[in-house]
Each structure stands twice: as C-alpha cells, then as structure tokens.
C-alpha cells in the first residue's frame, strides 16, 4: 500500500442481514438506494430521508439490475434471465435467457455511458471454472456476448466517465481488467488494470468517480480500495464485515459510499464474531460520484423491433 494512500472508516447504515448482498446502486432522480439479496431473492430500497428500507420479492434470485430510462420500470438480472420489473405494480416481463442449458447464473452488471446493460455470468459449479461470459444487452433487447476472457465468476463491470474503458474481472484470479470500450459497442485492447497484491480478498463489485478513480469491494478482505485511472491505489475505507461485495457513490452530494455486504459462507462462529455481516455500510469521503446510467430500452423496444 502507498504511502499516500488515505484511509477511512465505513459504519453500518441498515443491518439487512443479506445472505448475499450485491448491486449497490443510487438512484439520483429520486434520491434513493437499491440493492439485491442474491441468494434472499430480494430487491432492496433504503430512502435517507426517513431511514426506511422496503423489499420486493423475486421469482427467482436477483443478480444484479439496472435503473431504466423510465423510472416505472427497473431491469432485472434474474439468475437465469433478464426482464424488466414494474415497480409499481411488481409484474415482470420476461426479455431474454441467459446461458441456457449451462450450469451458469447471471452475476455482476452495469450500464455503459450509452445506457446499455453489460453484464457477466459465473459458474454455479465448485470448484468454479471460466466457463462464463460477459454480455451486453441493447437498446432493442438484443442480446450479444462481448469479446472478452470466459470468467469463473465476473465482477467490477464499470465504465469511465467518457465511456472510452471499460473495467472487468474475474474475481478468483486477483485481478481487475481494462479495455477500450468503443461507441459502436466493440471492445479493443483488453489489458490488466490492477492486480491485487493483498491475498486476502478478491475484487468484487465496482464503481467510478467522477475523477475515474475506480472503487472497488474486496471480498474477504474488509475493505474497499479506490485506485486511480493509472491503476494505483490512493483510498482504501475498512468495512467492519468480513465479506463486502460491491459499491456505489450517492447521497444528495454524490459523496456517500455505500458498501454491500454478505453472510454467505460465514459459519456459526464466524457470525458470532461478525453480527452484522450482510449490511449495508457508508462512508463519507472527499471524492464525488457520476450519476448513474440508465437502460435506454423499455418494454416497448421489442415491439418496435422491424
């Protein structure tokens, strides 16, 4: 770790108990926090204003999602598929199967700086295997598989401020990919960004400042490290929970770290000394936050499909 690396504390905002807490995301139009229980099968709403937290059930387990350019709607990865979920009145439509007939599950995601969803699947086998892929879901719904290395289990899906590089990874391998990520969509020059030197935790979800600093969750690790565009390490916040899983940057100010947590795979005596593992975290830091994208398709671009 450098020497001008700064660090600070994150505390626990709602205690959720996730079993799997992912999908850190904040919504700036309306000022509110979404997050996913994985394994819960749940979709998660803080509102700062009031303090309470709200939760839908899902048909199956929640991966990850996107905000929509029509806030009625949110866009859902399901395990096995994508569709679009009515927020109002919690119907789903289904769009497209991921990976069928593979022993795979939909896994971390985000919208490119187009408003399309890039996301990546992971291997529900043990022990794990790169048998996975990354995808992009466009504004007419349709679905195409990205140029990039098979993963075991992908994470860190997030994008520049212009939009020009794309970041990645493969979490059992400790390291963070980067590529030209171009606006017709293709993908060049796939490179190692950072490659984690502490053993103990392995990338997990990101997010990017409006620096294009890259934040990133450790899981294991107890911690979230911010890296500059060059790669190098220049925050790193201690989250008390042993397993943080991904991050997002909110609040009225974009100034708010907000850390996912989770419970699984931690024994008994492990959550005896680890009580609140599955919660939310924050923490206030001196960097702001980009507003983020939303999913430009909607119901409608199906129909509209010539």
Not at 266 to 290: F, M, N, P, S
């Amino acid at each position: 770790m450098s020497d001008a690396v700064t660090n600070g504390q994150a505390a626990l905002l709602v205690d959720s108990k996730c079993t799997l807490g992912e999908g850190a995301t904040w919504d700036a139009r309306a000022g509110l926090f979404y997050w996913t229980d994985i394994e819960g099968a749940r979709l998660w709403r803080y509102d700062p204003r009031d303090g309470r937290s709200t939760f839908w059930r899902m048909p199956e387990r929640l991966s990850t999602f996107a905000l929509c350019a029509d806030p009625h709607y949110m866009l859902l990865g399901l395990a096995s598929r994508l569709a679009f979920f009515d927020l109002a009145t919690g119907e789903i439509e289904h769009i497209v199967d991921v990976e069928p007939g593979m022993n795979t599950r939909v896994n971390d995601g985000r919208c490119d700086r187009q408003g399309r969803f890039v996301f990546g699947t992971k291997d529900e086998a043990s022990p794990v295997q790169p048998i996975g892929g990354f995808y992009r879901l466009n504004h007419d719904l349709s679905l195409e598989r990205l140029p990039l290395p098979a993963p075991a289990i992908s994470n860190s899906i997030a994008f520049s401020p212009d939009g020009a590089t794309m970041y990645f990874c493969d979490s059992p391998t400790l390291e963070i990919r980067a590529c030209d990520y171009h606006a017709d969509g293709s993908v060049t020059n796939e490179r190692l960004f950072v490659k984690l030197t502490d053993k103990t935790g392995e990338p997990d979800g990101s997010a990017v400042d409006s620096e294009g600093g890259l934040w990133n969750a450790q899981w294991g690790g107890r911690r979230v490290v911010r890296y500059d565009a060059l790669g190098v390490e220049t925050e790193r916040i201690d989250v008390p929970t042993a397993q943080p899983s991904c991050v997002a940057l909110g609040g009225a100010h974009l100034a708010t770290l907000y850390v996912t947590s989770a419970r699984v795979g931690l024994d008994a005596e492990a959550l005896a000394g680890d009580t609140r593992a599955g919660g939310v975290y924050i923490a206030t830091q001196r960097r702001r936050g980009l507003r983020e994208p939303v999913f430009k398709g909607s119901p409608a671009s199906r129909a509209s499909k010539p």
